[in-house]
């Protein structure tokens, strides 16, 4: 075993010669004067303390996006954002662990569809069946094939797609499912500008740029992926609380943020929430004819 080398004269960042007594730290950089590769235990530390910890940013952020609606907002607002963790870092943190969930919860009951007694029952149910499309539908009603309220071209693309063996049927579904959900976070994506647009249309005369709209809607949608991925417990009390919540935080947040006497604020929040569900309808329902069609 070769001896170990002599710790280095000088700052191995910035270059700084060391005098004697020798520092812990550099005076130039600060970066400790003996590097060295870490223990595991040391890796791990570093990686804890670095993004968990972080002086418990993380865990003062998740406190006021949780249980304080809309106040984060208003901390990156005011200028208090030191102790926080920035909006897009926290969107895209918890968006991740939250589709990595979604993803694993979907995967279990896609598995079921392979089960020869489910195909078994739907064989015997005859050709009977929709798929609902924003506004129109199509699908097989006692083995004739109907669209309503859809192009012509899509109405005999999809009677291509969907006139199959329900095994071939189901392969199908499947696979648009599975395409979906992996573009989900591309969706959210799209749809993250429109809603900080709508935002921007209603809120006006705040005197706001668009970029702090985008702000609270990166916090909004935060707070909506923890309970989407909380809501995959199957629980159905929990899945019920979840859809609830959905708007009483909404318009909670809206208040905080933006303020505003009773009825106008309930307007706005009827037209925002109205005009982005209609949005998001659309936008879903694309992808989900291009996951089915392509």
Known sequence: MSPPAPPPSACLNCG????????????????????????????AQQFGGAYLSTEGALWRTLKLLLLRPGELTAQYLAGRRKHYVLPLRLYLTISVLALLVLRLAGGGVVGGLDDPQVLAKLEGKGRNGQIGIVFGRAGFRNGEYFCDNL???????????????????????????????SNLSALMFVLMPVFAALLWLLYRNRGLRYTEHLVFALHLHAWCFVVLACMQLAWPPLQVAGLLAMPVYTWLALRRVYGGAWGPRLLRALALLGAYAMVAAVVVAAEALAALLV
């Open 151 to 181: 192009p012509g071209w899509l109405c005999e693309r999809l009677r291509e797609r969907i006139d199959v063996e329900p095994r071939e049927f189901l392969r199908l579904a499947r696979q648009a499912g599975d395409r979906l959900s």
């Open 16 to 43: 700084q010669p060391f005098g004697q007594p020798r520092p812990r730290y550099c005076p130039a950089c600060a970066q400790e004067s003996n590097v060295r590769p870490p223990t595991l235990l040391e890796f």
